[in-house]
């Protein structure tokens, strides 16, 4: 039996912290709201000058030591991001070169904060129908790039990072099991950056309109993100056969605390089998799987044979899950 198979993992998050105190100072808000409402007490932000692929390239690089690869080894490079360097080239390409991946090909995936979901399922395709064999798989986001720091109702949520997987063909039983993915467009405007695409191009006016900052309907999307990862773990659990009983480790998205609580009760599960970090980086997007992953991982939570669940939901609308044997 062929499955793709993770056998590294890296991460990495920019050294500057920002803590909910100093936010405080920055807009009307506090220490208490903040972290009773989401679960985060600080974050992660670039220094000035780094930038998506400078985060991508660390835990790409860790990642690939980890598998016991080199990059000359890769075949394929796909990047969740909703924060690449620049619209053009892909993250994944610019990734690419500072990877000297010279084989590799590379692209980007914008799923928001399922993009990681989104690619460890193209990779898991890939390899499986024969085509490729070493896939990159990386969460990448300079959120705070994209964050108005006048807007309290967001900018307390975002961080900076990157997680990644080096994918690779296992003639055996342990790998991804099955993946899920879910989009719901006629929710786009939810969450979203209406400025700076094709519809809204940058101008002095949607600069004036803060039109390229992260938008969020925050409330409404943690009510339809509640649901649909609930339906979205009950389609893998149905899908494998397995109880939630069954599952070793939980590997959310860390969007909000009390989202994470409700999918663990949902199943469950003691909250010491689910991984977090949103109270050190807070939501980072297409990162926050991967870094979580890696961290599992490189402190022992994560063995061999265990069976692991990763779920996910962000911008698009879109969500997804992943089921892996270790
Ligand atoms: N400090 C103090 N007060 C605040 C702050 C703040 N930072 N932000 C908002 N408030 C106020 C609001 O103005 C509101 O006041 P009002 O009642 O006087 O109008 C009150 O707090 C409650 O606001 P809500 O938006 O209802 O707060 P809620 O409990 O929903 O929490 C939050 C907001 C944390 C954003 C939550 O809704 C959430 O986590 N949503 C889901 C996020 C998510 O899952 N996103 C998807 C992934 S992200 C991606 O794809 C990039």
């Known amino acids: 039996m062929i499955h ?32 009773e409402r989401t679960g985060i007490r600080e974050r992660r932000i670039c220094e ?18 980890a598998a016991g690869i080199t990059a000359q080894d890769l075949d394929l490079i796909i990047v969740g991001t909703l924060t690449p360097d620049s619209a053009m080239p892909s993250l994944g390409c610019v990734l690419q070169a500072k990877l000297h991946a010279k084989k590799a090909a590379a692209f980007d995936i ?68 099955s993946t899920h993915l879910h989009s719901d467009g006629s929710y786009g405007d939810v969450l979203h950056i209406p400025g700076g695409g094709a519809a809204h191009p940058a101008t002095h006016d949607t600069v004036d309109k803060r039109m390229h900052f992260i938008k969020m309907k925050g409330n409404e999307t943690f009510k339809i993100a509640v649901r649909a990862l609930e339906d979205v773990v009950q389609e893998a659990l149905d899908h494998n056969k397995v109880k939630a009983e069954d599952i070793d480790l939980l590997v959310p998205h860390q969007a909000n605390l009390r989202i994470i609580q409700a999918m663990a009760k949902r199943l ?49 609308l879109t969500w997804a899950s992943a089921l892996i044997r270790w």
């Open 48 to 65: 000035k000058g780094q930038t998506t692929s400078d985060l991508a390239y660390e835990a790409a690089h860790r990642a690939i030591k």
């Open 268 to 316: 469950n599960m003691p909250m010491e089998k689910v991984i977090l970090t949103i109270h050190k980086y807070g939501n980072t997007s297409a990162a926050s799987i991967p870094m979580a992953l890696d961290e599992a991982v490189r402190d022992g939570r994560v063995k061999e044979n265990k069976l692991i669940l990763l779920e996910a939901f962000g911008g698009g």
């Open 110 to 177: 914008y799923a928001a904060c399922s993009g990681f979901i989104y690619g460890l399922s193209v990779a898991d395709a890939f390899i499986r129908s024969g085509v490729h064999e070493t896939i990159l798989v990386v969460g990448a986001e300079a959120l705070s790039r994209y964050t108005d720091w006048e807007d309290r109702t967001t900018c307390v949520l975002w961080g900076d990072g990157a997680g990644a997987a080096v994918v690779q063909r296992h003639a055996g039983k342990r790998g991804i099991l």
């Open 4 to 35: 793709a198979r993770i056998t590294g993992t890296g991460s990495f998050a920019p050294k500057k912290v920002l803590t909910n105190h100093d936010l405080e100072k920055m807009v009307d808000t506090s220490d208490e709201w903040i972290f």
